[in-house]
């Protein structure tokens, strides 16, 4: 199927399943040498016809250690012709929501052509689907604002990104049967953080009505000493002094630099060449205090930077096990643990002695005991706070916990990170959902899931007929979240003794 852009120029499509699917659509310019670090410039006409049957090139990166090493994409795909998105619609003459998906992958890795983010079921939802690349790593967010105006808000191109293919989607979207004035931006993991932060940005103000946040609040961005550190770090190993250096320098060398540079830190103690990034397994970042990105996220949506957007948010019971210390389970010992989560207790500025009471003075594997830690302060804890600064401005604001424990692993991982994804798409048969053993899952709890993400997209709330009465959040007083299980609850979503050690109660 053939769709005119009008000012961009003709693309061809391909039926698939009922659906009409346009994969690889550039929405900028190719990031050439001399603008990796600057904001993307919008994609000029084209002539001809564009053929979208396949995926397009992914942003440079590195793969995720671990286990998610079986869902990240192969790097030998990565190109400069990598900002562009896929769109999968059920009628190009309609006139339907549409869902904007941020894939994940702590702002180094992912694209949006990964087999579990599939469009087909929500497009078969009357849903239009559209998944997006954006810069990583370094390109994306190595801050450059100390060396001059043209860089003022480096740290931030990788939003800019996304900032831009919004902007396409306001413009082009409707050609394929989405409603430009009817978009939800939705995103797990770094892509959470990503909608986070989008809901803080200036320039995204309109572009989007409503967001869905999984898993990744609206704390994770850098101040500007912080990302200083990291643009100090960088430039040493590269051996350079100032920004017109790295037009040298190849994207496969500053790769491989920014990936040294994040094992050394993220395997580090050394606090004083570190400072607070000791530890951090992102210290690629968005970077506030820039014209792009003026505040803290959480301090923006405190102020109602986003307060007519509607909010569905979100985590994973047991979050963190599955990329901090499963490869570790078989020697793990409670010290040990302790030793892996003594940064993010520095970072936390809370008494040690209470928190290595109340996490490894409870019974289990040290493997469950410090990802709880991990766990909570990464993202219950954050995702808390942010429900409660935006519910301050909108009361139409959900919260959800997914509580579905892989039955693999020999259960370590329980309700682990990512793992509700394959719900959420109801995308249970991919080969990405079948390695981790998702495949096992009840194709009813899918269902449940896919349809309620699909009615708060479609209706501004999730609420739907298989599914119990889902409160809206009511702020620090009630906590009360769905929980989805085979048995789908409502019920609080951090307890009370959990909210005394973190002092929020």
């Not at 900002?83 to 003459?93: H, I, M, S």
């Not at 043209?150 to 900032?163: A, H, T």
């Not at 501004?460 to 048995?487: A, I, K, V």
Request: aromatic share 10%; glycine share 10%.
């Amino acid at each position: 199927m053939n769709i005119n852009l009008n000012s961009l120029g003709c693309v061809e499509g391909a039926l698939a399943d009922g659906v009409y699917q346009f994969l690889g659509l550039p929405y900028a310019e190719a990031v050439k040498n001399e603008r990796r670090f600057l904001p993307p410039i919008p994609k000029r006409p084209w002539r001809g016809v564009l053929v979208a049957d396949h995926f397009g090139a992914i942003c440079s990166q590195k793969m995720m250690p671990g286990l998610f090493e079986w869902v990240s994409p192969d790097p030998a795909t990565a190109g400069q012709d990598c900002l562009n998105l896929n769109v999968w619609t059920p009628d190009p003459k309609g006139s339907l929501p549409v869902m904007v998906w941020i894939h994940g992958g702590a702002f180094y890795s992912g694209s949006g052509g990964e087999d579990v983010y599939e469009g087909i079921e929500f497009a078969k939802s009357g849903v239009v689907c559209v998944t997006i690349n954006y810069r990583l790593g370094a390109q994306g967010f190595l801050d450059l604002s100390a060396f001059g105006g043209d860089y003022e808000s480096s740290g931030c191109v990788g939003i800019m990104d996304q900032v831009c293919a919004l902007e396409w989607v306001r413009d082009h979207i409707a050609q394929f049967g989405g409603d430009p004035n009817r978009v939800t931006i939705a995103g797990e993991s770094a892509g959470g953080m990503s909608v986070s932060t989008l809901m803080a940005t200036p320039s995204a103000k309109g572009l989007f009505q409503q967001a869905i946040v999984q898993s990744g609040a609206a704390n994770n961005t850098l101040s500007k000493e912080l990302s200083g550190i990291i643009t100090r770090e960088l430039f040493s190993k590269l051996g350079i002094h100032e920004p017109p250096d790295l037009d040298a320098i190849s994207d496969g060398v500053l790769l491989e630099a920014q990936v040294e540079l994040m094992t050394e830190i993220e395997e580090s103690q050394d606090e004083e060449r570190f400072g607070l990034m000791v530890g951090n397994p992102m210290p690629f970042q968005p970077v506030h205090g820039c014209p792009f990105l003026p505040d803290p996220p959480i301090v923006a949506i405190s102020k109602g930077s986003a307060k007519a957007v509607a909010l569905l948010q979100g985590i994973t019971r047991h979050e963190a096990p599955i990329f901090y210390f499963h490869e570790m389970a078989d020697f793990l010992t409670d010290e040990l643990a302790w030793l892996s989560c003594v940064p993010i207790v520095h970072a936390s500025g809370l008494d040690e002695g209470s928190i290595r009471k109340y996490y490894l003075g409870r019974d289990g594997h040290p493997l469950t005991k410090a990802g709880a830690l991990v766990s909570d302060f990464m993202f219950a804890i954050p995702t808390l706070e942010m429900l409660n600064a935006q519910t301050q401005n909108n009361p139409n604001t959900w919260a959800y916990r997914f509580d579905w424990e892989n039955p693999g692993f020999n259960g370590l991982l329980q309700a682990h990170h990512f793992i509700e994804i394959p719900f959420v798409f109801n995308t249970l048969a991919t080969t990405s959902a079948k390695k981790f053993g998702i495949n096992q899952a009840p194709k009813s709890l899918a269902d449940v899931t896919h349809k309620a993400w699909v009615a708060f997209i479609t209706h501004g709330d999730p609420n739907h007929p298989e599914l119990s009465d889902w409160q809206r959040w009511q702020g620090p007083n009630s906590r009360h979240c769905m929980t989805f299980n085979e048995n789908c609850q409502m019920d609080t979503l951090v307890d009370d003794r959990t909210l005394s050690v973190w002092g929020l109660h």
